[in-house]
């Protein structure tokens, strides 16, 4: 909690101030208590990580439901801490803390495993394009597309706990950007090798970068655009820094992000207990999924609330071909590089 947004207890005058600060202390001494006690009656503790905007669903909705879930059913033999907005890892940061368990689990953004995974990579691409309608039942728990990656992630000891769907990727900037030749030559905020790849394609010139950076960058002009969730565009109120955004709807992929485990830190637990995490994994996920969805229409209108003007591509118009006709070098470089049983598992709904 920052004092300096919320107001400093030492800014308290007078008898009435000196109680409220003593009050407020005595609250957090028991709130610390209560936490401390609380873990102490688990014989485990999970800490969960995550970046970015603590109000997006990926956070606001899975977090509290994997919580729930593993806590309910472990009869408290598990307790969950959480550490959001890169208060334990940074987003860019997430596999090598997976990997050597600097934290249990963290969100995470599926280009971070594509040097390792194909499924990632191809799941990363322009070619991977479930609609939001099937995106649960294409890419979720139990599907062949969840089983794929997860076995791939688990030859470099990472276990796969949910699949989300992070949405089309969209572009906000400062001046408008409708069509491929509105890209030429422009500095694009870019977050992986994937985007960094289209929008080079697209003629502009990209610049990586996590997603704390964004709003500065876009202020001061370092990039006169980013792509991006719109999640994160509203939840880091990129409008205040930009006056246009373009929804791809599916013509740039669709965003992807992860909850991952390190593998060690679920094989430390019993077997029943490890079931307990997996099922609360697929659990949340259907949770946050459909909180997704919800939120993709809503954050829309909010940015054009905002004074934002909109511009979304519709599958089919010449607008929308006219991006899938500039990438197409680029999707038929993508689709060489897999095996072609990988390539049906994944792409099957494919527009």
Do not use: C
Not at 41 to 59: C, D, F, I, M, N
Not at 156 to 185: E, I, Q
Request: proline fraction near 6%; charged fraction near 15%.
């Amino acid at each position: 909690m920052s004092w300096s947004r919320f107001g400093s207890p030492r800014a308290a005058r007078g008898t009435s101030g000196k109680l409220l600060t003593t009050l407020t202390v005595a609250a957090l001494l028991a709130l610390a208590s209560w936490n401390t006690g609380h873990a102490a009656e688990a014989k485990y503790t999970l800490r969960v990580a995550s970046w970015g905007s603590p109000t997006a669903p990926q956070v606001s909705a899975f977090v509290p439901a994997f919580i729930r879930q593993v806590e309910a059913g472990s009869k408290g033999q598990i307790a969950v801490q959480s550490f959001p907005a890169g208060a334990l890892v940074k987003e860019q940061d997430v596999p090598s803390a997976i990997e050597t368990h600097v934290v249990d689990i963290s969100l995470s953004v599926i280009g971070g495993w594509s040097s390792i995974s194909p499924a990632a990579a191809l799941m990363n691409s322009v070619l991977f394009r479930p609609t939001d309608a099937n995106f649960q039942a294409f890419a979720g728990a139990g599907t062949p597309v969840f089983a794929a990656l997860a076995k791939s992630l688990r030859k470099h000891g990472v276990v796969l706990l949910a699949v989300l769907d992070n949405g089309p990727p969209m572009v906000v900037s400062r001046s408008r950007m409708t069509t491929p030749a509105d890209f030429k030559g422009k500095v694009i905020r870019t977050y992986d090798k994937a985007t960094s790849e289209l929008i080079h394609t697209l003629g502009g010139a990209p610049s990586t970068m996590p997603v704390s950076e964004v709003y500065p960058a876009l202020q001061r002009g370092t990039v006169q655009a980013a792509i991006g969730g719109i999640q994160g565009i509203s939840g880091l109120k990129e409008y205040e820094v930009t006056k246009y955004l373009l929804n791809g709807n599916g013509a740039f992929g669709v965003g992807v992000t992860l909850y991952v485990m390190n593998a060690a830190a679920l094989d430390a637990l019993p077997p029943a207990l490890q079931k307990v995490v997996i099922k609360a994994g697929a659990a949340a996920e259907r949770v946050a999924n459909t909180a997704i969805v919800a939120s993709f229409a809503r954050d829309i209108r909010q940015m054009r609330s905002h004074g934002m003007q909109v511009t979304e591509l519709q599958p089919g118009t010449p607008a929308y071909q006219a991006f899938i006709r500039a990438l197409a070098p680029l999707a038929k470089a993508e689709e060489s590089h897999y095996p072609a049983a990988l390539i049906r598992t994944m792409l099957d709904v494919r527009q």
